[in-house]
């Protein structure tokens, strides 16, 4: 049995069934036979571009659980300004006297006056400087902290949604190399874990080759071909790991150069699954190299500082892009 440091062989081969079922990523015949933009971006993100949705559909909260922080951030804070300017000019359209109080030339002229009222009805602060005169405004007051506390409690769930949401914080190596591997050469990534009190388990990592090839009848359409691995999956992932795909008489690498996946618009996609420790849930990463990524007759440098202080094993994370020509 192999350990975790050494190279184990490889295990059955699949069958033509098999090589058919998974050359259907679901990209569709469409993309299959046209696209020539890339599938899978560094990132993970695909690019695709769903149109034909009314507005509304496209208002989905689940939609902000994916976007930066500091888009989420400002989204937030834009819309918290902008209700409370909208309910500002209903106080101001309703004249001068439906706001009242001590305190109503404290804010300054009326859409000021009404726009920090209105601040505090959304926030259910209220100081009691000023409040609401007339039925129309009080009206506005009942309908702005409904509206207030909805939103609040939106914009809560989602924060929380956000830190509480598992997902894979992994690093890619920047480029992919093409190596020495036993008698024969070697299609290498390598990743590690960014985050450094959380475990990921049982990774599993799917790497795919795609190309335009001639079909037999003249016409150049997509293929997908699952690379078989030195080892697919880790049960422990505290370290770096390299992904090894051997180059041999089976790959659809062999014999290919740069030119010719450049030619082929050849793509490598990376599927990685693991069950993250903290959660207990399943967790996904994704990338893709493309020919102009990837490093040819190199090998990877190695990323260990030995032992520290401490007696731990040192890993030098940010070596992981380092390589180095043979």
Do not use: C
């Not at 069934?17 to 020539?36: C, I, M, P, T, W």
């Not at 409904?146 to 409690?153: D, I, R, S």
């Amino acid at each position: 049995m192999p350990t975790p440091f050494e190279p184990s062989p490889l295990g059955p081969r699949q069958t033509a069934e098999e090589q058919a079922r998974d050359r259907d990523l679901g990209f569709g015949s469409v993309v299959s036979r046209d696209s020539r933009a890339r599938l899978l971006n560094r990132d993970g993100t695909f690019n695709v571009i769903r149109s034909g949705l009314r507005w509304l559909e496209m208002l989905e909260p689940h939609e902000l659980l994916h976007i930066s922080w500091p888009k989420f951030i400002g989204l937030i804070v834009w819309t918290y300004l902008l209700l409370n300017v909208i309910f500002a000019a209903f106080y101001v359209a309703f004249g001068p006297d439906d706001l009242v109080g001590s305190g109503a030339q404290m804010l300054g002229g009326r859409l000021g006056q009404a726009f920090f009222f209105s601040i505090q009805t959304f926030a259910t602060i209220g100081y009691g400087q000023i409040g609401p005169n007339g039925l129309a405004a009080n009206t506005i007051v009942t309908v702005e902290a409904l509206v207030g506390m909805m939103y609040q409690a939106l914009a809560t769930g989602l924060l929380f949604a956000r830190f509480a949401r598992p997902t894979a914080s992994i690093l890619f190596s920047r480029h992919a190399i093409v190596a020495p591997y036993a008698d024969i050469q070697s299609l290498q990534f390598r990743i590690a874990n960014r985050r450094r009190r959380n475990e990921i388990v049982q990774l599993e990592a799917q790497v795919l080759y795609t190309a335009f090839e001639n079909n037999g009848e003249g016409r150049l359409v997509r293929r997908y071909r699952l690379l078989p691995l030195e080892r697919n999956k880790v049960t422990f992932f505290p370290l770096t790991w390299t992904i090894v795909h051997p180059i041999d008489e089976h790959s659809p690498l062999v014999g290919k150069s740069r030119a010719d996946l450049e030619r082929e618009q050849a793509e490598i996609l990376v599927l990685l699954t693991g069950v993250d420790e903290t959660y207990e849930q399943a967790v996904h990463a994704r990338t893709s190299y493309r020919a102009d990524e990837i490093v040819w007759n190199a090998r990877f440098q190695s990323v260990y500082r030995g032992e520290s202080p401490s007696h731990l094993l040192s890993v030098d994370v940010s070596r992981l892009n380092d390589v180095e020509q043979v």
